[in-house]
């Protein structure tokens, strides 16, 4: 953090490292900047100690709009005597310094370039960023460090909020502000480490380059002109943040080129970052593995960048024909694709996407035998099941056959482009945004319910069930305290042969410890799962306070009550639907086995 995005490693290297580390940076980096005179780690939280009351009052100062009760502001000052625990100092000191940079040197391109180096750190570590909610957030645990961050994100300028209960508190940044902070991590964050090999890939860079995507983008051009060797060339500019980066515009025989070129790493680095925010996907390279670096982009990709990109390329080709150097026909071939903006993700045909009666449709058609069985293969390398998550039907008599996606399909795909790993999830990945692509073309309707089940699809296993302590839920106008303590899934065997599912949870519930189940089933014409369970007579309290507290780790694990039906014999009843098992998949705990139960008892467990 002290020298740039750097706290994954500071937090794992040896002490040695780090006092060599802090005494560098106020030798002649951050530190001094901030009048921060340490020599080592143990020095520099003691300089942040003496200067703990300033730290509180800038961030009380900050948050003013949204006025800290008496405990929230007791819980900051107190972090000042929690410093000497390293695992505490190493989450507030952080934050703390960004506040003493922000009341120090005000908020310009050098402390935004420091802020987000910092922020990148913690992103990086605890951290998530979602594209499709607008979301980026950090996991603080306390909520005085979680207070600290948002005071912190707040004298830079970005707007959060602080979520969570007990001892997990996060900050979370959401809509225009997520986009901010995303695309100052984007730009001065890690390594995009790109290529092939997933295990290097950093998928909260990837999806802070979708989220940064959505914000402004300041593109320029200067007229085109002729070089000595007779080639056409004009310079293209692209800002963001107070960064500017000149390519190179050629408009060759058969197609356009657009480039980057430069000896310095770091700057072909941030040209390519540049890029990606305009929507090329673009890498750096090396001519020759010795040579200079260069990012490179053609006429297919250009085309399937952001609207301001493909106007200030189209002007620049429009101006070439005016000169009489580029032929009509070649021109207006580049300026529909250019115009167009709808060139498709590579190697991917064109699904067709709709509503009907409210449920997504997504499906590729085609005459083509081979086109067909070619998607298929396609969607089972990806690890989808034929009959599960989506259906063939080959050409018939010259007619067109389709794969169809099923909306379990899109659920699972958005899964492995989170969970999975190799292959797999790089084809889920390029899938799951090409069809969010193909979705925001056809409207608002269907973008927001393919957002919907994919969003639903990457949460399933995202939580572990120790997650949920000191959770704070209301059931029946009381507040109940719920501790999770463990739990699983199982199959079991019922009446008939049906295939159940058991859910066991072991929770303490306001200091009262106990097991709970609730088994689902297949039921009806249209084989719905349901969930039951009864309450305890032997319970503390009897049947009524046993039935409350089940119904708030229900509450506490889905964020949906049960039903609950009082019967004429005494027992009292709790029913869960598929809602509710959509809320349990998002443990991982339980993930695994609901996703079987669900496809299996689906296939082949019909009415009854």
């Not at 972090?79 to 625990?85: G, I």
């Not at 099923?406 to 699972?412: A, P």
């Not at 969003?455 to 059931?475: I, K, M, N, Q, Y």
């Not at 009864?534 to 509450?555: K, V």
Request: proline share 2%; net charge neutral.
């Amino acid at each position: 953090t002290l020298e740039g995005p750097r706290l994954q490693l500071l937090v794992h290297a040896s002490l040695d490292k780090l006092n060599k580390a802090v005494g560098r940076s106020a030798e002649g980096g951050w530190l001094k900047r901030l009048g921060v005179e340490a020599g080592s780690w143990d020095g520099l939280k003691r300089q942040v100690a003496e200067r703990w009351s300033g730290v509180v009052e800038a961030a009380v100062r900050r948050l003013g709009e949204e006025k800290l009760t008496k405990e929230e502001l007791e819980e900051l000052k107190a972090l000042r005597d929690k410093l000497n625990d390293d695992k505490i100092a190493r989450e507030v000191i952080a934050p703390a310094l960004l506040l003493m940079q922000a009341e120090k040197l005000g908020v310009n391109e050098e402390s935004l370039r420091y802020f987000a180096a910092v922020v990148s750190g913690a992103i990086g570590g605890d951290g998530h960023v979602s594209a499709a909610r607008e979301e980026v957030g950090l996991t603080s645990g306390e909520r005085g460090i979680a207070l600290l961050w948002r005071a912190a994100f707040r004298a830079h300028g970005i707007k959060a909020k602080v979520k969570g209960a007990g001892r997990e508190f996060e900050v979370v940044a959401s809509g225009g502000d997520a986009v901010r902070l995303a695309r100052l991590y984007f730009l001065y964050g890690p390594p995009l480490l790109e290529g092939r090999d997933d295990r290097l890939k950093n998928h909260k860079l990837a999806e802070a380059v979708e989220l940064g995507a959505k914000g402004a983008l300041n593109v320029g051009w200067e007229e085109p002109k002729r070089t000595e060797g007779g080639r056409v060339a004009a310079d293209l500019t692209i800002s963001e943040g107070g960064v500017d980066v000149k390519y190179n515009v050629y408009l060759r025989s058969d197609e356009i080129v657009l480039q980057f070129r430069s000896t310095d790493r770091g700057r072909a680095e941030l040209a390519a970052r540049l890029l990606r925010l305009a929507g090329i996907n673009a890498e750096v390279k090396r001519e020759g593995g010795e040579g200079e670096w260069y990012v490179a982009a053609t006429t297919d990709k250009l085309a399937a960048g952001h609207e301001k990109l493909r106007g200030a390329l189209a002007e620049i080709v429009r101006k070439a024909v005016e000169n009489g150097w580029v032929g009509a026909e070649t021109a207006n071939r580049w300026l529909e694709k250019l115009e167009s903006g709808r060139v498709l993700k590579e190697g991917w045909p064109k699904y067709g996407m709709w509503l009907a009666k409210g449920a997504l449709v997504i499906r590729y058609r085609s005459t083509s035998p081979e086109g067909i069985e070619r998607e298929a293969r396609r969607l089972r390398d990806m690890g989808l099941v034929e009959g599960v998550h989506f259906a063939v039907k080959m050409p018939e008599g010259g007619g067109a056959g389709y794969v169809s996606i099923l909306r379990e399909g899109l659920e699972r795909a958005a899964w492995l482009s989170v969970h999975g790993s190799g292959k797999q999830q790089r084809l889920a990945a390029e899938f799951v945004d090409y069809i969010l692509e193909r979705a925001r073309e056809e409207g608002e309707e269907v973008y927001e319910k393919a957002e919907e089940v994919v969003e639903e699809g990457r949460a399933v296993g995202s939580l572990s069930l120790a997650d949920v302590r000191g959770a704070e839920v209301f059931v029946g106008g009381r507040k109940h305290i719920v501790n999770v303590l463990g739990g699983g899934a199982e199959f079991d065997e019922g009446r008939g042969g049906r295939t159940l599912l058991r859910i066991k949870i072991t929770a303490d519930i306001d200091g009262v410890k106990g097991d709970y189940t609730m088994t689902y089933s297949r039921y009806g014409a249209d084989n719905a799962a349901v969930g039951y369970a009864y309450a305890s007579a032997d319970a503390p309290g009897g049947r009524e306070a046993d039935a409350e507290r089940f119904s708030a780790l229900i509450r506490a694990l889905t964020g949906e009550e049960p039903r609950v039906y009082r019967r004429g014999d005494g027992k009292i009843m709790m029913v869960c639907y598929e809602g509710h098992l959509e809320g349990f998949m998002r443990y991982a705990e339980l993930a695994e086995v609901i996703r079987r139960w669900l496809e299996e008892t689906g296939r082949r467990q019909g009415a009854g």
